[in-house]
């Protein structure tokens, strides 16, 4: 807060933008409570109860349990700690400040406690630098006013008018490829129920590669596209689910790994994938849980994204005039 | 939902100057509108200025082009929008390529050029000091020196 205006600094990790709002300038300051702190909570709380379902038979027939009880324990307390830490933090909220040409909103007063702090702050001043303080009635006296100008002079009003943001056309085809390696994917992880090979082994790895690469693409295309909501809400849940399982899996066969091979063959890349590619999910409980539930997701997420991206092709060709609507019966 | 609404909100929006005609030869005129009357030079240049070009910031008044020469050479920093944090760019390229080590021997020297390259540009408007280049400075010959002592090991091995 500086003498005459308001610095507000947006970090996009190396850099910086700055905007300035001069006390002067500032119409409104408008605070709303979100939902997002009981999202993140239930987050963290779901988090822990599948690591502790994960982790607790697991130890319970395994021989070494101990250190899996302290593993699963770490990462659960962990989890729990986020989940208190977010629930002390208090109340989210969204804080949007009005001038005369925008309505900007103050990413950094994401809290309802700080928000109303740093608004107590700034309030004197603005009121200082615009000449004094409303009262309830002088608001009310006002808007009356004003409705009555709005109501004989409609023009003033709509003169200043907001263009609609620009949507760029996107075909969907790199969530088409998404969505079809997903497929993939789910059908090598179970085939490991009929046979397991090195090969599979090997393949995966530039299957998670190329998934998490057309991911990434289909991401940036659907930024700012008329791509559906829906379909891009299955994008965020397809990279949701692959870093969670990449976690989990690749949390689990380090573990392993450490108590299968010796201390020298662990490092030793070639005996890592051999040991990797020989786990079943009929003789390891943790794999098979964590084939058929990712297998799962992954085909749940495929199956809905292929439909709905269809479905939008379907219907932008129509709008396109290349492909006819169909026929409507009666 | 709280709202806090102040004055300004029911003031109507200030009308902008389109600046007086001239009607006398013998008066000043505007450098950029020479059949606009003169009501100020330009605190920068010292050009004559109608109502229309004068533009107040920070209680001086400027003309259109020594406003926009003074934002793109950074002498008027009300109008500074955007900067880079090289201090932090030059740490991270010093400690996270620790995560994988072999590469550090190309991104030390890396971290070192950029520290010593941007020791001048103007940091964060929040963040005062050069700490990180520093640390970037530090960290990145640290690892040129252990380089240097692993290549010396290995060649006396060689040898």
């Known amino acids: 807060m500086a003498k005459d205006h308001l610095l507000y600094i947006a970090a996009h990790g190396y850099s910086e933008d700055y905007k300035r709002f001069y006390y002067r300038d500032i119409q409104a300051i408008i605070t709303r409570e979100t939902g997002v702190r009981e999202v993140w909570t239930s987050v963290f709380v779901v988090l822990a109860a599948c690591t502790a379902l994960i982790f607790a038979p697991l130890a319970l027939k395994s021989r070494d349990g101990q250190a899996l009880w302290i593993v699963g324990g770490i990462l659960c307390g962990i989890l729990m700690l986020l989940s208190s830490i977010n629930l002390l933090l208090g109340p989210t909220c969204a804080t949007h400040l009005r001038t005369a040409v925008q309505v900007e909103q103050l990413g950094s007063l994401n809290r309802l406690r700080k928000a109303r702090k740093a608004i107590g702050m700034l309030k004197p001043l603005i009121e200082q630098a615009q000449g004094g303080r409303l009262t309830a009635d002088d608001i009310m006296t006002r808007a009356t006013a004003m409705a009555d100008v709005a109501a004989r002079a409609p023009s003033y009003a709509s003169t200043v008018t907001r263009k609609p943001a620009q949507r760029v056309h996107y075909a969907g085809t790199a969530h088409l490829t998404l969505f079809a390696l997903l497929l993939v994917r789910t059908v090598m992880r179970w085939s490991d129920f009929f046979f397991v090979h090195i090969a599979k082994a090997l393949a995966s790895y530039p299957l998670f590669i190329g998934l998490f690469a057309s991911i990434v693409i289909a991401l940036v295309k659907q930024r700012n596209s008329d791509v559906p909501k829906a379909v891009q809400g299955l994008v965020w849940g397809s990279l949701a689910h692959l870093c969670v399982m990449f976690y989990v899996m690749n949390s689990y066969f380090q573990f392993l790994l450490a108590l299968q091979l010796g201390p020298q063959a662990q490092f030793d890349v070639w005996e890592r994938l051999k040991a990797v590619s020989a786990i079943s999910p009929w003789t390891n409980q943790f794999v098979l849980v964590t084939d058929v539930i990712s297998g799962t997701v992954n085909v749940l997420l495929a199956i809905f994204g292929l439909f709905l991206v269809r479905d939008f092709r379907r219907s932008s060709a129509i709008m396109a005039g290349a492909v006819p609507p169909p026929a409507r019966e009666g | ?159």
């Open chain 2, 1 to 159: 939902m709280q709202i806090d609404v102040f004055p300004a909100l029911f003031s109507p929006p200030a009308r902008g100057q389109d600046g007086e005609k001239l009607l006398v030869d013998d008066q000043s005129s505007c450098f950029y509108h020479p059949e606009k009357k003169a009501v100020i030079h330009c605190a920068s240049c010292g050009r004559f200025l109608c109502a229309l070009c004068d533009i107040e910031l920070n209680d001086q008044h400027l003309c259109p082009t020594c406003l926009e020469t003074g934002k793109k050479k950074r002498k008027l920093v009300n109008l500074e929008n955007h900067r880079v944090q090289y201090d932090g760019i030059a740490l991270s390229v010093a400690l996270l390529p620790l995560l994988i080590f072999y590469v550090t021997c190309i991104t030390a020297p890396i971290a070192i050029y950029i520290a010593i390259r941007y020791w001048r540009a103007p940091l964060s408007i929040v963040r005062r000091t050069r700490v990180r280049f520093v640390l970037a400075i530090v960290f990145a010959s640290l690892q040129i020196v252990g380089w240097a002592f692993a290549i010396a090991g290995l060649m006396g091995a060689l040898s």
